[in-house]
């Protein structure tokens, strides 16, 4: 309720009877949506600031204000020198004027989606505003007050005026907390003349508050003339400015404690999910390379046979005597068993390669994923994380920033193929769907973008990087991958594209992996993985 009428209208005579005769001494903003009066008698000083972002529109009043050097901007020059006359609030409104013994008046407007601050140098000078955006506000005035009828004739006129609203319909100003309190004591169950009376004490109460209480009610910090939820603090009904001083730091410090706890927990929450399903991809590939027929074991049963396989056969039949069971290794006619064989030799050597990057990845994964849960749990029972100092300290210890992007992986994460040449990353599809997600979403313009030429095969990208050309090793080596892993890979000699990724385009309804190149230099080169025997060892 520190923008409710109620409020405003307690705060409005304490302001007027503190300020009366001070001057203003300077008026700037230097951080966004925020506007900074500063006042003095000569011997005193007093500070007016006005927090006029939509989120938390509050008006502050620090005891001191240290103004920075840099980033600081003086704002309506007009107001300098001027003194201060009265502090008003409008009539059931969420708006207080500072009126100035010249006829200048200075308004703050508190509203929650569109808070601003307007300046008149006089009644009908045109008016400056805060936020320029809000053209409306230049033609911002009190609304006219609304006669009331008494329905007690032994009540005070200000008592009568507040007695006709005891239907279920509250008057505007009372906002969400008066409503709360009074179906908190059994509003919505008594009769309507015992209704009648609650509503009658309780707007008693507000226009003549005994406390102000600094609450806690539903994760919000929040001022209030009722005692509602947990009460954190209770200053006297005399004493609004005192009230006013304590809440809008501590609602402030606690609204970027809750804001910073939610994003550690987004961010821990989906690091320990991204973590679970990364091990959980890796131990199902694991589980298939590991109950599938291995390249060696067929290699194996190749040479075995090799008296067995005519020239030019396209296939074989032959006992496995792994399992003792017949089984038919397709061939291809065009080339000689033992270079098949040799061939899945070398596929063999990679896949064991794969299995311990897997199961490397999988520990790694899991190790992640159980980190981030003991964080989680961190959160919810260390007390002193119930602070903001606390959390940061924590945080930093932790080396954790909920403004890091957790969606960032290291090369070694990325969805594809990855290799290391000369200090540049070279990336390499998995499937058609793969190859898509590589070019279209992980590569930028200038990264350079290969394929084996004319034949269904990888898409390569060597990662751009800045002030750096590509030297041609590296191109060579990254050619060398497209024809590898192509249709081409058995060729001697395989033709590879070569092109910046901006001259790489899908059209429309393509099938995936499907693309048009429109600008390209070839290369020639011998199908092969130039890393190989670098990531052979152990």
Same mark, same amino acid.
């Given at each position: 309720?520190?923008?409710?009428?109620?409020?405003?209208?307690?705060?409005?005579?304490?302001?007027?009877?503190?300020?009366?005769?001070?001057?203003?001494?300077?008026?700037?903003?230097?951080?966004?949506?925020?506007?900074?009066?500063?006042?003095?008698?000569?011997?005193?000083?007093?500070?007016?600031?006005?927090?006029?972002?939509?989120?938390?529109?509050?008006?502050?009043?620090?005891?001191?204000?240290?103004?920075?050097?840099?980033?600081?901007?003086?704002?309506?020059?007009?107001?300098?020198?001027?003194?201060?006359?009265?502090?008003?609030?409008?009539?059931?409104?969420?708006?207080?004027?500072?009126?100035?013994?010249?006829?200048?008046?200075?308004?703050?407007?508190?509203?929650?989606?569109?808070?601003?601050?307007?300046?008149?140098?006089?009644?009908?000078?045109?008016?400056?505003?805060?936020?320029?955006?809000?053209?409306?506000?230049?033609?911002?005035?009190?609304?006219?007050?609304?006669?009331?009828?008494?329905?007690?004739?032994?009540?005070?006129?200000?008592?009568?005026?507040?007695?006709?609203?005891?239907?279920?319909?509250?008057?505007?100003?009372?906002?969400?907390?008066?409503?709360?309190?009074?179906?908190?004591?059994?509003?919505?169950?008594?009769?309507?003349?015992?209704?009648?009376?609650?509503?009658?004490?309780?707007?008693?109460?507000?226009?003549?508050?005994?406390?102000?209480?600094?609450?806690?009610?539903?994760?919000?910090?929040?001022?209030?003339?009722?005692?509602?939820?947990?009460?954190?603090?209770?200053?006297?009904?005399?004493?609004?400015?005192?009230?006013?001083?304590?809440?809008?730091?501590?609602?402030?410090?606690?609204?970027?404690?809750?804001? $910073?706890?939610?994003? &550690?927990?987004?961010?821990?929450? *989906? #690091?320990?999910? =991204? +973590?679970? /399903? %990364?091990?959980?991809?890796?131990?199902?590939?694991?589980?298939?390379?590991?109950?599938?027929?291995?390249?060696?074991?067929?290699?194996?049963?190749?040479?075995?046979?090799?008296?067995?396989?005519?020239?030019?056969?396209?296939?074989?039949?032959?006992?496995?005597?792994?399992?003792?069971?017949?089984?038919?290794?397709?061939?291809?006619?065009?080339?000689?068993?033992?270079?098949?064989?040799?061939?899945?030799?070398?596929?063999?050597?990679?896949?064991?390669? $794969?299995?311990?990057? &897997?199961?490397?990845?999988?520990? *790694? #994964?899991?190790? =992640? +994923?159980? /980190? %981030?849960?003991?964080?989680?749990?961190?959160?919810?029972?260390?007390?002193?994380?119930?602070?903001?100092?606390?959390?940061?300290?924590?945080?930093?210890?932790?080396?954790?920033?909920?403004?890091?992007?957790?969606?960032?992986?290291?090369?070694?994460?990325?969805?594809?193929?990855?290799?290391?040449?000369?200090?540049?990353?070279?990336?390499?599809?998995?499937?058609?769907?793969?190859?898509?997600?590589?070019?279209?979403?992980?590569?930028?313009?200038?990264?350079?973008?290969?394929?084996?030429?004319?034949?269904?095969?990888?898409?390569?990208?060597?990662?751009?990087? %800045?002030?750096?050309?590509?030297?041609?090793?590296?191109?060579?080596?990254?050619?060398?991958?497209?024809?590898?892993?192509?249709?081409?890979?058995?060729?001697?000699?395989?033709?590879?594209?070569?092109?910046?990724?901006?001259?790489?385009?899908?059209?429309?309804?393509?099938?995936?992996?499907?693309?048009?190149?429109?600008?390209?230099?070839?290369?020639?080169?011998?199908?092969?993985?130039?890393?190989?025997?670098?990531?052979?060892?152990?």
């Amino acid at each position: 309720m520190h923008t409710n009428y109620y409020y405003l209208r307690q705060l409005a005579p304490a302001l007027t009877e503190g300020l009366r005769g001070y001057r203003v001494a300077a008026c700037f903003t230097q951080e966004k949506d925020e506007l900074v009066v500063g006042l003095t008698n000569g011997t005193a000083e007093f500070w007016l600031k006005a927090q006029l972002g939509a989120n938390f529109p509050a008006l502050a009043l620090p005891e001191t204000f240290q103004r920075a050097r840099a980033n600081s901007v003086d704002l309506f020059p007009d107001l300098l020198g001027e003194q201060v006359e009265s502090v008003a609030a409008w009539p059931q409104d969420r708006v207080l004027q500072v009126n100035f013994r010249s006829g200048a008046r200075l308004v703050f407007k508190l509203y929650g989606p569109r808070p601003n601050a307007i300046f008149r140098s006089a009644p009908d000078a045109p008016a400056q505003l805060f936020q320029q955006k809000l053209l409306a506000d230049a033609d911002l005035r009190p609304q006219p007050t609304t006669p009331t009828t008494p329905t007690k004739s032994d009540e005070s006129d200000e008592s009568d005026k507040s007695a006709v609203q005891t239907s279920v319909k509250l008057p505007p100003p009372l906002a969400d907390l008066p409503l709360r309190y009074l179906r908190a004591h059994g509003y919505d169950e008594a009769a309507p003349d015992a209704r009648a009376r609650q509503v009658n004490q309780v707007l008693a109460q507000l226009e003549k508050p005994a406390h102000y209480y600094i609450i806690q009610l539903d994760g919000r910090t929040r001022l209030s003339l009722l005692p509602l939820g947990e009460v954190l603090e209770t200053f006297a009904g005399d004493d609004s400015i005192a009230a006013l001083r304590r809440f809008v730091p501590m609602a402030l410090g606690r609204r970027a404690l809750e804001t $910073e706890t939610h994003q &550690l927990r987004q961010m821990l929450t *989906r #690091r320990a999910d =991204e +973590a679970g /399903t %990364a091990a959980a991809h890796a131990r199902r590939r694991l589980h298939a390379l590991a109950h599938e027929a291995g390249y060696r074991n067929t290699a194996d049963l190749i040479m075995a046979n090799l008296h067995a396989i005519a020239p030019g056969a396209a296939q074989v039949e032959v006992i496995d005597f792994y399992t003792n069971e017949p089984r038919v290794i397709k061939l291809k006619p065009r080339e000689k068993p033992q270079r098949t064989a040799e061939n899945l030799y070398r596929k063999a050597k990679n896949q064991q390669i $794969e299995e311990r990057e &897997l199961t490397e990845r999988i520990a *790694r #994964r899991e190790a =992640e +994923a159980f /980190t %981030a849960l003991e964080r989680l749990e961190e959160m919810d029972n260390q007390p002193a994380l119930a602070e903001l100092r606390g959390l940061r300290v924590w945080r930093k210890q932790h080396g954790l920033d909920p403004t890091a992007n957790a969606n960032t992986k290291v090369p070694g994460e990325l969805p594809f193929k990855v290799f290391e040449d000369r200090g540049f990353t070279i990336l390499v599809g998995r499937s058609a769907e793969n190859n898509d997600l590589l070019t279209q979403k992980y590569a930028h313009k200038d990264d350079l973008w290969l394929h084996a030429k004319d034949v269904a095969g990888s898409h390569v990208v060597i990662r751009h990087r %800045a002030g750096q050309t590509v030297p041609e090793p590296v191109v060579e080596h990254a050619a060398m991958l497209a024809g590898w892993y192509s249709k081409r890979q058995n060729d001697t000699l395989c033709p590879v594209t070569v092109t910046p990724k901006k001259f790489v385009r899908k059209p429309r309804g393509a099938r995936p992996g499907q693309v048009i190149v429109e600008r390209e230099r070839v290369v020639l080169v011998k199908p092969g993985n130039p890393f190989e025997r670098e990531h052979s060892q152990p």
